[in-house]
């Protein structure tokens, strides 16, 4: 089935440093949706993104949607220790339901 | 406005036990799905039900695990038996409808089997 790919796994990074994740997919997504998961806590929607070449923030997390709609990623600026957890890219298969990316694990060095 | 909510929140079992799961949908929500999460395999959707009925039921691991939807607000994921393997945690997440896109998660269910 539809697969989406994540990277980089892991991210250690300095507070206060920039850091961006990246989500690929082989196949023309006709959206592509943003989860963010804080450790032992549960999935949470952050954004959508539908248009090509779309961009979207959200204070300092940047998402961006590629132009050929295959890409995506998530920028953010001066990370803080509240930005740790995994964040999730997730796309819509077949039949309306979505296939999670593995996920890029957020770690901030204080 | 009450969110997404799972019971029990942890569950420690013996193989071969019978475990239930279950999740209550926000209100006025169409759409249910249950997923399991594992370190190896990440956040797997097991099955989804729209307006109570199961709509697809392809990610169920095997004939162990079954799903219901007995009314528009409830639903329960079973194991009989239960094994080590099934350990995980669980979440079910509802949506407005099912072409809506946004996805409301539970707190979910630590399932550990012994």
């Known amino acids: 089935g539809q697969q989406v790919m994540q990277i980089p796994q892991y991210q250690h990074v300095q507070e206060g440093e920039d850091f961006t994740t990246y989500c690929n997919s082989s196949t023309t997504l006709s959206n592509i949706q943003w989860y963010k998961q804080r450790p032992g806590g549960h999935p949470v929607f952050l954004i959508q993104?539908?248009?090509?070449?779309e961009v979207k923030k959200q204070k300092r997390l940047t998402f961006q949607f590629g132009e050929a709609k295959k890409n995506s990623s998530l920028h953010i600026t001066a990370t803080q220790t509240t930005d740790v957890g995994t964040y999730f890219c997730a796309i819509k298969a077949a039949g309306n339901k979505l296939t999670f990316g593995g996920g890029t694990r957020v770690l901030v060095k204080p | 406005d009450a969110g997404v909510i799972q019971s029990p929140r942890h569950e420690v079992t013996e193989m071969g036990q019978e475990v239930t799961l279950r999740c209550k949908l926000i209100?006025?929500?169409?759409?249910l799905f249950w997923y399991r999460q594992t370190m190896m395999r990440g956040l797997e959707l097991l099955i989804y039900?729209?307006?109570?009925?199961?709509?697809?039921d392809s990610g169920m691991p095997e004939d162990r695990f079954s799903a219901k939807m007995p009314n528009a607000s409830f639903s329960t994921l079973k194991i009989q038996p239960s094994e080590p393997r099934d350990s995980a945690v669980y979440f079910c997440?509802?949506?407005?409808?099912?072409?809506?896109?946004?996805?409301?998660f539970g707190p979910g269910t630590r399932l550990t089997v012994l």
């Open positions: 997440a509802s949506s407005l409808q099912l072409s809506t896109d946004t996805q409301y």
């Open positions: 209100s006025g929500h169409n759409s």
């Open positions: 993104l539908v248009k090509s070449g």
């Open positions: 039900f729209n307006n109570n009925v199961p709509i697809d």
